[in-house]
């Protein structure tokens, strides 16, 4: 590491971690080597004060991440990273933190450098070649370190061969007077209840001065208000501004305007909340209808589809919740801002949104999900924004399961919101080729041939219940039984009756004092079968 000579660009203060501390400086992205590049990144500390890189510091390109160890970075410091070399042309010189092999490649079309902080973007630029600094031995520089991270106007080809590393860069220009730049907005708390006011946090950057920071915000729809945003400290870029309570049910829609001492201004996206009557319960959402294997010639990449139904007497705010089949890293979130579900109401994801859309007539399906639902069977998983399995269907193409859907077109639907979608029993087949966004067609159970007179477990009461509940079960005749309690990846938690049960109905208590909140699996073995149902356990 070396220092640069310039005067650093903000006061010394008391270190606390905040994005725009370290920026990337210069990048040489394509070296006129043949083959791989010698490919590095020059960190630059913003501060008046040391900064340490350890692992709470990570660097990535959005594919490859690099976790440092320990290395400190001095007041006004460069740091350069070595992420990718060319094995038969040695790297031009020593860098401070080797990199490489673990996945950075810096893309010479496009790309991006990330340099976080325990998750906290601290400064990222994505790139282009047409910035320049295309394999002619110079890099790409910033121009003015308080521009800009994302302008191409703030980015230069280096007029010194090989780039400046640890030095100022050769294109260094702080005349320039670029636009203010707002963003990372974000509200706190997430899910506000009718007594909250909510704060909104924004990232305002520019090489001047704010004169004018506005946060605008509109209920329903309605005439919008306003209120400033103020630094949360004398040069601060992180801004707040608050939004005053409002009542339940009630969606908040709000951005930025920023504006500098040159006139030029900036102004956000439109971001939104929805403000819970703060009983909502996540149970009352449930998987309600699967197409996964749409008949020929619809492919499976345009028209399978999942809905979900909110049975319950309150909406549900579910942007943030996230969707898995039966492989933890076949994920999809539910975009951000506003995606609420009324009581009564409807939400459909898909792969394809527009052909769904278009082949129902109907709007609000949200798109892009990266997987494919198994035609054989799969598993459809929907968890809330914590990370809490919310309700979960393991479906097969064979009996027990309706059989029509599959390659024969109608979709699964649960007969009834208020029955229990684990069981197959509880599903029927859709009128046609399904029903999204509408109620479901299917009024009666399909026939079931395969499935024998057995035993049923018939509820487990209260459900969700908390630490203590009964279990109710019907034998058709005298046998040993068993029921057991698992968590939802497949543990053994505990045993509620193992012995001979004569025919008839027979009731269990369960007592689960000692076990954390979440979803269980209740197992019941008899006679050489097996059901199972889920039970809620809310503390």
Request: include cysteine; glycine fraction near 10%; proline fraction near 7%.
């Amino acid at each position: 590491m070396r220092f640069f000579a310039i005067a650093l660009l903000i006061a010394a203060v008391a270190f606390a971690v905040s994005p725009r501390d370290i920026i990337v400086n210069e990048i040489m992205y394509d070296s006129p080597e043949s083959g791989a590049d010698n490919e590095w990144i020059e960190l630059l500390n913003m501060t008046g004060s040391p900064i340490t890189l350890d692992s709470m510091w990570t660097l990535t390109d959005g594919e490859g991440t690099y976790r440092f160890e320990c290395i400190t970075i001095d007041a006004g410091g460069y740091l350069i990273i070595k992420v990718n070399e060319n094995p038969s042309t040695p790297f031009p010189f020593e860098p401070d933190v080797d990199a490489s092999g673990r996945g950075i490649i810096l893309n010479n079309t496009s790309d991006e450098a990330i340099i976080l902080y325990d998750g906290m973007v601290v400064d990222s630029v994505t790139y282009f070649s047409s910035w320049g600094a295309r394999g002619d031995g110079s890099t790409l520089e910033r121009v003015s370190p308080l521009g800009p991270s994302n302008s191409p106007e703030n980015w230069l080809p280096s007029e010194v061969e090989g780039g400046t590393p640890w030095l100022e860069n050769s294109v260094y220009d702080t005349s320039i007077d670029f636009p203010p730049v707002v963003g990372g907005l974000f509200h706190t708390p997430e899910f506000p209840t009718p007594t909250d006011d909510v704060v909104v946090t924004a990232r305002i950057v520019d090489d001047g001065e704010i004169t004018k920071a506005l946060l605008f915000y509109a209920i329903d729809f309605g005439e919008p208000d306003s209120t400033a945003l103020s630094p949360t400290s004398p040069g601060a870029i992180i801004w707040n501004g608050t939004i005053p309570a409002n009542p339940a049910g009630a969606t908040v829609r709000y951005h930025a305007v920023v504006e500098d001492d040159a006139g030029q201004t900036d102004t956000t996206q439109i971001s939104a909340f929805f403000v819970t009557s703060g009983d909502t319960i996540d149970g009352d959402i449930v998987i309600n209808e699967i197409m996964y294997d749409p008949a020929t010639p619809r492919s499976d990449n345009y028209f399978e589809y999942i809905e979900f139904y909110n049975r319950g007497t309150a909406s549900v705010y579910m942007s943030g919740w996230f969707i898995k089949d039966d492989l933890e890293y076949n994920t999809f979130q539910i975009p951000l801002g506003g995606v609420v579900v009324a009581p009564g109401e409807f939400l459909v994801v898909a792969k394809n949104a527009d052909s769904i859309e278009t082949a129902y007539g109907i709007t609000g399906v949200i798109g892009g999900v990266p997987f494919n639902l198994n035609n054989t069977g799969d598993a459809v998983r929907l968890y809330n924004a914590d990370g809490d399995l919310v309700d979960f269907v393991y479906y097969t193409n064979r009996a027990p399961w309706p059989t029509e859907p599959n390659n024969g077109g109608p979709s699964l639907e649960l007969i009834d919101p208020s029955m229990d979608n684990a069981l197959p029993e509880s599903w029927g087949i859709s009128e046609g080729q399904g029903s999204p966004g509408a109620p479901n067609t299917a009024t009666v159970i399909a026939e079931r041939s395969a499935r024998p007179e057995s035993v049923e477990l018939l509820r487990i009461a209260p459900n969700p219940f908390n630490s203590t509940a009964r279990i109710e079960a019907i034998v058709p005749s005298d046998c040993e039984a068993r029921i057991a309690v698992f968590s939802i990846d497949g543990r053994f938690v505990g045993e509620v009756f193992s012995g001979e049960l004569s025919a008839g109905l027979h009731e269990f208590p369960l007592a689960m004092t000692d076990s954390a909140s979440g979803m269980f699996l209740v197992r019941m073995e008899f006679g050489g079968e097996f059901v199972v149902r889920k039970a809620l356990l809310v503390k």
